[in-house]
Structure formats: structure tokens, C-alpha cells
């Protein structure tokens, strides 16, 4: 079956500084990236994704990079703010989201 | 527009109890998913239905667990008899046919003593 990681599992930075999470995975067949948040006592919800066919996508503070040939892609969180902190986890899969274990992202001010 | 409710938000039962939560997902969605999240852990894909047909079963523990999705829209998700292990919490999300993204809901924290 699928194989997903993420590094790191925790995450602490300045508020003001930028925050990179990577998540490798197993199955080429995957051709749908999205990153999800999760905060305390909630269910995770979807902050960006990007398909196969595009290297990466931005959305104001937020980035995703695709590397399909190295079967990873990265989350990159600019300027992070203290309501950044959450636990991020990313899913990739087709028609089948396998979650990785998460990272614990903790933004200082 | 309402997310995808879940009730209750939190149960705690002996062990050998039943025990069932309720979804109701995104008005229009024709996916509903069941998931099972441990305490440090991602979410872990329990059932997923296109409509009132389950199509993908497979890491459901049908020994003890059953879901239901009559009219293909609420969905309830059962345990019986609930073991210690199955601590943890339970969620549901929904999808337009067709769409990989996922809404979920808040989820059921079930703790079984």
C-alpha cells in the first residue's frame, strides 16, 4: 500500500519566518497533492492541493511544490503567524487520500 | 452555506457498549467518508460511499463496526460491542462526486473505559 511520510513531525519558527514541510510518497500512481490544517478539537481542512500535471501552485502566504519524479512535494508557509500553528498533514492519493502522520507546526511570537 | 455536522462531539462508554455517531454532510455531496483519527496520527479511511453504496469497505473492522447510508445523505457509523482500543476520534467527510477535495467535519471524541 500507499507509503506516506512527513518531516519534519515538529516545528517551531519566529513569527515572521518561513515554515517548510515535506511529505514523500510510495505509490506513482498518485496524481492528486493537497495539504490539510488541523487545529485543536477540530476536523483538518483543506489549505492547498495541486495535481500532477503543475509543478506548484501559490495562494498569498502559502505554496505547495511538486517533484513527481522524486515522488515528493513540499508545503511552504511564508511570513507565519502565531494562528498558523496547527498540526498539518499532507494526503496524496487518486481517488483515495492516505494521510501522513502529521507535523506540529508552533509559531512563536 | 453548513459544513459537515457530526454528532455527539464527545462520548464515553464501558467497554462491550454500543455506540453510534451521526453525519450529516454538505448539502448536495453525494460522497460521504468515515474516517478513525488516533490520538497522534493521521486520519485513517474507514468507508467510503457514492450515494447509499459503500464502495470502498475495506478497512472497516466488520467484525464490530457497521455503517449506514440509507438515503444517501446522513450517514451513522456503529461499534458493538466497543473495545478499549477503539478510543479515538471519529470523522466524517463529504465530497462532490467526482471532487478529490474533502470537507470534513469536527468529529466525535470517543473515549471507552
Known amino acids: 500500500g500507499e507509503n506516506v511520510e512527513q518531516h519534519p513531525s515538529t516545528l517551531s519558527v519566529q513569527e515572521g519566518d518561513s515554515a517548510v514541510i515535506k511529505c514523500t510518497y510510495s505509490d506513482s500512481a498518485s496524481n492528486y497533492f493537497p495539504w490539510y490544517k488541523q487545529e485543536l478539537g477540530k476536523g483538518p481542512q483543506l489549505i492547498i492541493d495541486?495535481?500532477?500535471?503543475?509543478g506548484e501552485k501559490k495562494d498569498q502566504r502559502i505554496a505547495v511544490t511538486l517533484n513527481k519524479t522524486a515522488k515528493h512535494f513540499s508545503l511552504h508557509i511564508t511570513e507565519t503567524q502565531p494562528e498558523d500553528s496547527a498540526v498539518y498533514f499532507c494526503?496524496?492519493?487518486?481517488?483515495?487520500?492516505?494521510f501522513g502522520t502529521g507535523t506540529r507546526l508552533q509559531v512563536f511570537p | 452555506e453548513a459544513g459537515v455536522v457530526q454528532s455527539p462531539r464527545y462520548k464515553i462508554i464501558e467497554k462491550k457498549q454500543p455506540v453510534a455517531f451521526w453525519c450529516n454532510p454538505i448539502?448536495?455531496?453525494?460522497?460521504l467518508y468515515w474516517y478513525l483519527q488516533n490520538l497522534g496520527q493521521g486520519p485513517e479511511l474507514l468507508i467510503r460511499?457514492?450515494?447509499?453504496?459503500?464502495?470502498?469497505d475495506s478497512q472497516l473492522p466488520k467484525d464490530r463496526f457497521s455503517a449506514e447510508r440509507l438515503k444517501g445523505v446522513d450517514s451513522t457509523l456503529k461499534i458493538q460491542p466497543a473495545e478499549l482500543g477503539d478510543s479515538a476520534v471519529y470523522l466524517c467527510?463529504?465530497?462532490?462526486?467526482?471532487?478529490?477535495?474533502?470537507?470534513f467535519g469536527p468529529g466525535t471524541r470517543l473515549l471507552v473505559l
Open positions: 494526503a496524496p492519493g487518486t481517488d483515495k487520500l492516505i
Open positions: 448539502s448536495g455531496h453525494n460522497t
Open positions: 495541486i495535481r500532477s500535471n503543475v
Open positions: 460511499y457514492e450515494n447509499e453504496e459503500a464502495v470502498d
Open positions: 467527510a463529504s465530497s462532490l462526486a467526482g471532487e478529490e477535495t474533502q470537507y
